[in-house]
C-alpha cells in the first residue's frame, strides 16, 4: 500500500509549507522558548501573586496579571510590534503598522536593525531562519510579561477600570520607546549598549514604571501595609517555579536560533538565579536567624534579573559573581535602605518590584558592562568589536549606565503622563470601603470558599445594598 509524505515534511523550493529557508530546529525552539516566556507570565506571575498577596486580594491580584496577558495581544499585532521592531520613525521610535496579514507572518522572519558605523553598514539586519509568525509571538511574550511585572507593584489597590485602560497605553508610549530603542536600531542599539535579553527592556522598566505607578496610585490601607501576610505561600512557590524555570526560554531564545550561545544563556540562567537565591537566604539567616520562603523568592527573582542583560555574553564565572552580587545588593536595598530612605518608605510598592527588578537589572547591565567576553559577545551583538571593560573596552561600562538612565527616565515621565491623563476619566485607587472588602467589591468574586463560610446572601453588587450585605459577612 503506497504511503503519503504529509505536507507538513515535504520540502521544495517551491513549497510554502517548508520553503528553502526554513530551518524546523530554529523554528520549533524558537516558539518553545516563545511558550516558556509566555507561561511565565500565564500562569507563573498569575499564582504566585495570587499566592504572596492577603487572601482578600487573591482574586483581584491574579486577575490583574491575567488581563494584562490577554489585554497586550491585540495591541501588539495591530501597532505596538512595528512600534518596537519595525521601521524607524524617530531614533527611539519605528512606525506603527499592522502585525497580523497573512503576507506578513508567513515570510521569513527579518529585524530591521542593522548596524551602522561611520555611516556605513557594520551588520546587516537580523534574518533567522523562521516566519515572522514565530518572532511575534516571541516578542508579544516578553511584552506581555514586562507589564505583568510592573502590576506587582500596585497590587492590592489600583482601580480594575485604571488598570484595564493603562496597559495598552503603556505598551504603546513605553515599552515600545525601550524596546526600539535598546533592540530594534534605535538610537541606543547604534550607540552600541548590551541588553541581551532584557534586563533594561523589561526589567529596568516595569521596575522603574511600577515605583511610579505606585506613587501616583497611592498606598494600600494601612492595616495592609502594616499586615500583609500570603495566602498561600505554596501556591506562591509553584508560580515562581514556573518563572524560574520559564526562564530558560527568557534568555534561551534570544539568540532567535538554537546555537551555541543559547546554550550558554539557559545555563548561566541558571547559575546566577541559584547562586543568587542561596545568597539570599543567608543574608536573612544571618539577620533574621533563620530562613524565609518569601525571601528566597525574591533572591530566586534577582538572580534570574541581573543575569538577564548578560546571559549568552559572558562566561560560567561571571554569572556566579552576578549571583552574589544580585543576592546581596538587592537584599539590602530591600531590608536595610528601604527603611531608611523617606522616599522609599512613602511609595507603596507592594510586592518589592523596585529592588527585584529596577535594582537588580540596573546591576546586571553594569556589569555586563564589564564581565562581557568577546568571543561570546561576537555570537549574538551585530559588533564583533563589543565587549566588556575587562576586556579592554573600558567605555561600555559607562554606556551601560547612560542606557540605564535613558530607560529610567522614560518611563518615570510617560508612566506619570498616562497615569495622570487616565486619573482625567477615572479614579486611579479604589474607594476606602472597597479596599476594605477586597476582591468581592473589586469582582463580586472571591477566590476561596471554606468549610463554614461559602454560605452567603447574594450580593446585588449595586451601590449601597452591595456594601451593606458584604460588610455583614463574616471575614474570610
Known amino acids: ?148 511585572l510592573l502590576a506587582g507593584s500596585v497590587l492590592a489597590r489600583m482601580s480594575i477600570k485604571a488598570w484595564m485602560a493603562f496597559v495598552p497605553l503603556w505598551i504603546t508610549f513605553s515599552y515600545s520607546v525601550g524596546a526600539f530603542s535598546i533592540w530594534g536600531g534605535g538610537f541606543l542599539f547604534q550607540w552600541g549598549i548590551m541588553d541581551y535579553s532584557g534586563g533594561y527592556v523589561v526589567h529596568l522598566a516595569s521596575g522603574a514604571a511600577g515605583f511610579t505607578a505606585a506613587y501616583w496610585v497611592g498606598p494600600r490601607l494601612k492595616e495592609d501595609r502594616d499586615e500583609f501576610p500570603p495566602n498561600n505561600l505554596l501556591l506562591a512557590l509553584a508560580g515562581a517555579g514556573i518563572l524560574w524555570m520559564g526562564w530558560s526560554g527568557f534568555n534561551g531564545g534570544d539568540p532567535f536560533a538554537a546555537n551555541v550561545d543559547s546554550s ?71 531590608m536595610v535602605l528601604s527603611k531608611r530612605i523617606p522616599l522609599l518608605q512613602k511609595v507603596d510598592d507592594t510586592l518589592g518590584v523596585f529592588h527585584t527588578h529596577a535594582v537588580a537589572g540596573v546591576l546586571g547591565g553594569a556589569l555586563t558592562g564589564l564581565f562581557a567576553q568577546p568571543d561570546l559577545s561576537s555570537m549574538f551583538l551585530p559588533n564583533p568589536s563589543f565587549k566588556g571593560a575587562f576586556y579592554g573596552h573600558g567605555i561600555q561600562f559607562v554606556k551601560q549606565l547612560v542606557g540605564a538612565s535613558f530607560i529610567i527616565g522614560w518611563n518615570v515621565v510617560v508612566t506619570s503622563i498616562i497615569l495622570l491623563v487616565i486619573r482625567v476619566v477615572l479614579p486611579l485607587r479604589m474607594p476606602d470601603e472597597e479596599l476594605l472588602i477586597g476582591d468581592d467589591a473589586a469582582h463580586g468574586e472571591e477566590a476561596y470558599a471554606l468549610a463554614g463560610q461559602g454560605q452567603r446572601e447574594k450580593s446585588t453588587q449595586n451601590g449601597n445594598n452591595f456594601f451593606a450585605e458584604t460588610r455583614n459577612l463574616s471575614p474570610v
Open 1 to 148: 500500500m503506497a504511503s503519503v509524505v504529509p505536507a507538513a515534511y515535504l520540502n521544495s523550493n517551491t513549497s510554502t509549507i517548508v520553503p528553502e529557508w526554513l530551518n524546523k530546529g530554529d523554528n520549533a525552539w524558537q516558539m518553545v522558548s516563545a511558550t516558556l516566556v509566555g507561561m511565565q507570565g500565564m500562569p507563573g506571575l498569575v499564582i504566585l501573586y495570587a499566592g504572596i498577596v492577603k487572601k482578600k486580594w487573591a482574586l483581584n491580584s491574579a486577575f490583574m496579571a491575567l488581563y494584562a496577558f490577554a489585554a497586550v495581544m491585540p495591541c501588539w499585532i495591530l501597532w505596538a510590534y512595528k512600534m518596537s521592531f519595525g521601521h524607524r520613525l524617530l531614533p527611539l521610535w519605528a512606525r506603527a503598522g499592522l502585525a497580523a496579514s497573512q503576507d506578513f507572518l508567513t515570510n521569513q522572519a527579518y529585524l530591521p536593525a542593522t548596524y551602522y558605523h561611520h555611516g556605513s553598514v557594520e551588520t546587516a539586519a537580523v534574518q533567522p531562519w523562521y516566519p515572522m509568525a514565530t518572532m511575534v509571538f516571541f516578542q508579544y511574550a516578553f511584552a506581555a510579561v514586562t507589564v505583568i
Open 264 to 334: 550558554m544563556a539557559v545555563l548561566n540562567t541558571h547559575i546566577c538565579a541559584a547562586t543568587s537565591l542561596l545568597v539570599w537566604t543567608c543574608w536573612d539567616v544571618m539577620f533574621f536567624k533563620k530562613p524565609s520562603v518569601i525571601g528566597a523568592i525574591q533572591g530566586m527573582i534577582t538572580g534570574l534579573v541581573c543575569i538577564t542583560p548578560a546571559a549568552g555574553l559572558v562566561q560560567g564565572w561571571a554569572a556566579l559573581i552576578m549571583g552574589i552580587v544580585s543576592g546581596t545588593v538587592p537584599w539590602y536595598t530591600m
